[in-house]
């Protein structure tokens, strides 16, 4: 007991969120939630999105519609998927990659690959995004680790569902035919409607969404834009009816598809967007945002190489494409 006790002391005077948690041993099951398991200590929960059918895009009559948001088209999802509670934060970044957001800033503004962007346009990352070699601390909005994680691009953000994949799989706990990757467009609008039909899944925007009007209340990190404000902790406003939160506001979420002008209008089976395009999909709206793309149906398009203090991701766990 006497050889115990110093042991127990130590352990006492760690803060309970730096003690390791042990590995799920459990695997994903249908129907229910799956904490997915980063490292000895960072997990990332993820609910579970049923199979079915509703209707993609607004109406002509929803206040701040945009044409692209149309016509309504009835989608099916034949089989059910889980998607991140939240957006993919710093933390669970860190996790994986082993780089935190300064990292991921200081690679991006380093970076002299020059790429082609949408109109032939030729330019680094930094160029295209009008930063200066050294705007590290101008571009830097929260670092905090439970803040959702910026200045991933739409490769990175597969890149990331990828490694996972490759995780998962080796630890055995990957079901068979699915994968993890970016949501499409159509799993990401159903998930944020979780059986809505309006224009928010909420009561009003400010409750459930971080956004232009709201989000430098508050705030504690390095404000950007105007007013000065940036990302809020993930998870800190009302989850939807399928226990979903921040499908709106905080942070852009790329999502898997290329974008499309219009919808097919008809009735669709597991739509992933058009074979090609210049721009993938941009789902939710950000802090920075008005309060017309923080609607279910808004969307946004950005280049895949885009990175942003606007722009983050979340994962899915999805039928394999």
Known sequence: MRLLLPIFLALMSIPAATIPKPFSV??????????LPLNDRVTLPMNWIPAGTFVMGSPDDETGRKSDE???TTVTLTRGYWMGKTEVTIGQWKAVTGMNVRDKAIKLLSDTT??????GKKATIREFMGFGKDDIDKILSHENEETPMYFVN??????FCKKLTEQERAAHRLPAGYEYTLPTEAQWEY????GTTGAIYGESTDAIAWYGANSYKGYTG???????????????????QWGMQDMLGN?????????????????????????????????????????????????AQNPPNEASAWRGFRIGLCAVR
Request: glycine share 16%.
């Open 26 to 35: 459990g695997v994903p099951v249908a129907g229910k939630p799956w904490e």
């Open 70 to 72: 149309g016509p309504q």
């Open 114 to 119: 020059v790429y082609v962007f949408p109109g």
């Open 154 to 159: 739409w490769y990175e953000a597969m890149q």
């Open 191 to 194: 998930a944020c409607r979780a």
């Open 222 to 240: 390095k404000g950007l834009g105007n007013p000065s404000a940036g990302p809020h902790n993930a998870g800190s406003k009302p989850a939807n």
């Open 251 to 299: 942070i852009w979420e790329w999502c898997y598809d290329w974008y499309g002008a219009s919808y097919s209008g008809s009735h669709v089976t597991d739509p992933t967007g058009p074979a090609t395009g210049s721009y993938k999909v941009n789902r939710g709206g950000s802090f920075g945002s008005g309060v017309y793309d923080e609607r279910s149906a808004a969307r």
